[in-house]
């Protein structure tokens, strides 16, 4: 019998306000310590909002995405000769900014293009625009490809790096919240707030184990769909999420109580948190009430187009340490979120499989399928 092939991580690395580097995240998270401060990057003084989660040093964002790419590869056990024919799916912002804070300046395409040139990966580049679901895309499209025998192994790669006119944009929007605190499904919630974030995966099959690297875990499944319910608010029964979700387990074989944790969406704006609860019902019926949800947004913010990426590895990094990350920022239940949110401290777990979900503006759902074990 042939064995199925599986897309494997076998190479981890994020930035984000927390640290540097895949343990820095572990930490950060599990600590559930928020990471919001004053921005000193550019000139709040206009703004309503004043606060994000930025590193303190940061290079361009074309600096930190190479260096990312290259600690994954190292992580991963790649030499040059090996990232060789190795494609680069890259998810940044769309203007040609890409992705802005301190950066080149040029356009997605070419920044993916030079990227490759620089970590030697001679591939073909993809880049992927798609707002808050534009890393999670890019993680499904590699696992398919991996998956089904088109390519042995894929880089990944996400950065946001927090800049003035995306958050001018959210604060003039009212999103952002103005009590500083992101806080997930609970009551007395006032919305999101902005996070840098970037980092890369390897996925591979097998050839990984034959190196003699350790898979941090695998991509069991995934699902993505629309609702095309409003340009910027959710679907309140949330159908499309769900929809995801059914992907998602369907691809992988297996039913809803196999999900040991949910790293949620979950930004703290009061119409999606409770269009997410309402769609983790929907999918995963009885059992949405008992497994532990928690979003990591709460404490290192929102990083858009990177953030699908930057929680894939937090969720995976986490379920493979045996602790789930606690939602920070937590007031009181709402009834409208009838979910097992992770409060106080950080939760032990023998879970083998975790969904972490993405949505975006325009009605996109992503849900990526972590197992581990």
Known sequence: ????????????????????????????????????????????????????????????L????????????????????QRAGCALLLAVHGGP??????????????????????????????????????????????AAQVTRSAVERVVVAAGYLVESDQFALFDAGRALAVDGAVRPFSAGRRGLLLGDGVAAVVLESSTGRRRGVDPVATVAGWGRAGDAFHPCQPEPGGTGLARAVDGALRRAGLPPQAVGYVNANATGTAQSDAAEAAALHRALGGHATRVPVSSTKSVHGHALEASGLLELVVTALALRHGELPVNAGWLARDESCPLNVVTDRPQRTEATHALTLNAAFGGANTALLVGVG
């Open 97 to 142: 900014a890409a992705g802005a804070g301190p950066t080149l300046g040029v356009g997605p395409a070419l920044l993916a293009g030079q990227l490759a040139a620089r970590c030697g990966l001679s591939g073909h580049t993809r880049v992927y625009t798609s707002a808050c679901v534009s890393a999670s895309t890019a993680v499904a499209d590699a």
């Open 1 to 60: 019998m042939v064995e199925a092939r599986v897309a494997q991580l076998t190479g981890v690395y994020a930035v984000s306000a927390l640290g540097r580097g895949a343990d820095a995240q572990l930490a950060g998270v599990l600590a559930g310590v928020p990471a919001f401060g004053p921005v000193g990057r550019f000139d709040t003084s206009a703004r309503r909002v004043t606060v994000a989660a930025t590193l303190p040093d940061v290079g361009t």
């Open 62 to 81: 074309a600096e930190e995405l190479a260096d990312a790419i290259d600690a994954a590869c190292r992580a991963a056990g790649l030499d040059r000769a």
